[in-house]
């Protein structure tokens, strides 16, 4: 069965459902770029289907040939652990980040902790002080989520005057979604017993910034997890391992990993990390503290930069969608800049708090577009234009930039951010 | 020492029905934590500086031990060299080259004693005593012109030093 492309919108947006409602589709005089192959003698079978492959192995590691997929480390000056290495979205499909790809933030290393050493302890405004250790932990009731989570310093390079070189994954890559397994806290906190005045509670790693951070108690009793387990596995050194609290929707920093206490107190602590750092200076010189919450974002993850379109013809628009405030609604994409938009579509399933793929057929004809995605949660929240937020929350802000990606694809297919 | 079960077995004992709600929904697992052990382990300084430990610094022991053991990485002075200058910038944050400073930018001087006593020296954290922390401590709010080079810091007088920048703070939870 034949049909004709439906175009949604300008520089050849497609009806979103054009391939799921069956059938091929007719671009003109061409096709959707089928070559006629010529069928292969039963001589010239490719090697690895004439003896057997390698044997069964206790670990798996990717194919040789996919190798090449890393993260991009970016270490502070005179350290190797501290600062951040990035999750190489634009080369990701689906919405579960790889354990080996998670990106990295880190402020003082990976510690390398013995489980049987490690000790989890409850103690503040508490009726009474407990410890834990990670046997006990492990036969806590748990529950698993799929969230996102995501570095408030993500997408930063986007904040600076000229538009950043780089890959998708190089600018937007401290975005990643695992399924997280764990205990929820407020079983822990409840059998400690919190005390009338408890209002945060501050949470230590046992890394070697002892980094901490304050967490409202009323997000603690919500939906925080003290996760043990991160897609399956033992969460990784890098994300925490063997404990890290888990807070979906909140920027990264204040899901500690290598958790090692929890302190009940009445006011946040004021620590290095949520004054110094993590603060939102706004150009008036006021500056936001405990600006939690990462808001409605998404980015097209292909095309984009370093990944040149070959012929001219069909392509797949794909990029991935979250939102700290619930599921993501809809995600509109345009090809012209934003002047026309067309909705794509949302792959199941639609998690809150989690990554969204979305995807929109695309017939590239050759003339220069700007491809765009903007996102809207089931709060109706919609994701903000770059010159938006700059205009609401200056050029010094640097954290929480959850605004608008435009690429420009020349008419060579040549993939560049561009700031529209 | 006792045994996890003993101890266990002597906390359901002793406490009362006002925490059988909890009890219903937990396996109550946790033994409770003693004072000693609680104590080593609550380390982290609030903005009243009720946690901070005896001993006290100046300004002068502060610079010998940044020069010897910070210097590299910070600059002369706090200036900035591989890693985050510690002094100045007052007066960027209305600018657009915000410079960022204990100085200019922190609003508690409680912060500065609970960071360096944690994670720094970078390569060898927790390896300062109280009384070099409170040193460097001084040392950092004197080369941003908040205390004199002879002013005692410790447990009483660091909690009342006012920060320059601290009005400009707005905690934005709950409303982000």
């Known amino acids: 069965m034949k049909k004709n492309i439906e175009f949604v919108a300008a520089n050849g947006l497609l009806d979103r459902r054009s391939f799921l409602k069956g059938g091929a589709i007719t671009f003109g005089s061409g096709s959707l770029g089928l070559l006629t192959a010529s069928p292969s003698s039963a001589t010239d079978w490719p090697n690895w289907m004439t003896k057997p492959g390698t044997g069964l192995s206790e670990y798996s590691h990717r194919s040789s040939y996919e190798s090449h997929i890393l993260r991009k480390t970016a270490p502070l000056l005179g350290t190797d652990g501290s600062g951040s290495s990035r999750t190489p979205i634009q080369y990701l499909q689906g919405t579960i980040t790889p354990n080996n790809l998670h990106f990295e933030r880190h402020h003082s290393g990976i510690p390398e902790i013995d489980p049987e050493q490690h000790k989890l302890l409850i103690h503040g405004l508490v009726k009474k002080p407990l410890i834990f250790d990670m046997e006990q932990l492990h036969r806590y009731p748990m529950i698993s989520k799929i969230q996102f989570l995501e570095c408030s310093g993500n997408s930063r390079p986007n904040l600076s005057k000229i538009p950043p070189k780089g890959s998708c994954g190089d600018i937007h890559g401290m975005i990643a979604c695992s399924e997280w397994t764990g205990i929820p806290l407020n079983i822990l906190l409840d059998e400690a017993g919190l005390e009338k005045d408890a209002k945060w509670v501050l949470a230590e790693g046992a890394d070697a910034a002892s980094l901490t951070r ?207 | 020492m006792f045994t996890s079960k003993k101890l266990l077995l002597l906390f359901s004992l002793t406490f009362s029905c006002s925490i059988i709600t909890a009890l219903a929904q937990s396996p109550n697992l946790g033994i409770v934590a003693n004072e000693e052990l609680i104590k080593n382990w609550n380390t982290s300084i609030g903005t009243e500086g009720e946690e901070l430990p005896p001993g006290f610094g100046n300004a002068t022991n502060g610079r010998s031990i940044y020069n010897l053991q910070c210097i590299a990485c910070h600059g002369q002075g706090g200036e900035g060299l591989l890693n985050d200058k510690l002094a100045g910038g007052h007066g960027s944050l209305t600018t657009n080259q915000a410079v960022k400073t204990i100085g200019s930018y922190w609003p508690y001087a409680t912060t500065i004693f609970d960071y360096i006593r944690r994670a720094m020296p970078y390569l060898s954290p927790k390896s300062l005593s109280d009384e070099e922390v409170y040193s460097l401590t001084a040392y950092m709010l004197y080369i941003n012109n908040i205390i004199s080079e002879d002013m005692i810091i410790d447990a009483n007088t660091l909690p009342k030093i006012e920060m320059p920048n601290k009005g400009n703070f707005i905690i934005s939870y709950p409303n982000n």
């Open chain 1, 214 to 420: 304050s967490v409202p108690l009323e997000k603690a009793m919500d939906d925080a997890i003290l996760a043990l387990y991160q897609n399956g596995e033992k969460i990784y050194p890098a994300n925490g391992y063997p404990i890290r609290l888990f807070l979906p929707g909140y920027e990264g920093n204040i899901s500690v990993k290598w958790l090692r206490q929890l302190k009940v107190t009445q006011k946040p602590m004021m620590t290095r990390e949520e004054t110094s750092k993590y603060t939102d200076l706004m150009p008036n010189g006021k500056s936001l503290m405990f600006t939690f919450k990462m808001g409605i974002k998404s980015v097209i993850t292909s095309p984009s930069p370093s990944l040149k379109l070959g012929p001219l013809g069909y392509y797949e628009i794909s990029g991935i969608a979250w939102s700290s405030n619930g599921k993501v609604k809809s995600v509109e994409v345009s090809a012209d800049g934003g002047s026309s938009w067309a909705e794509a579509e949302l792959s199941e399933p639609i998690l809150s708090k989690s990554l969204t793929r979305f995807r929109i057929p695309w017939k590239r004809d050759g003339s220069p577009s700007i491809i765009m995605s903007r996102a809207i949660d089931e709060n109706g929240e919609v994701q903000p234009s770059r010159n938006q937020l700059i205009s609401e929350k200056g050029s010094q802000v640097s954290y929480h930039n959850n605004s608008i990606q435009a690429w420009y694809i020349s008419s060579d297919g040549e993939v560049e951010n561009v700031y529209v």
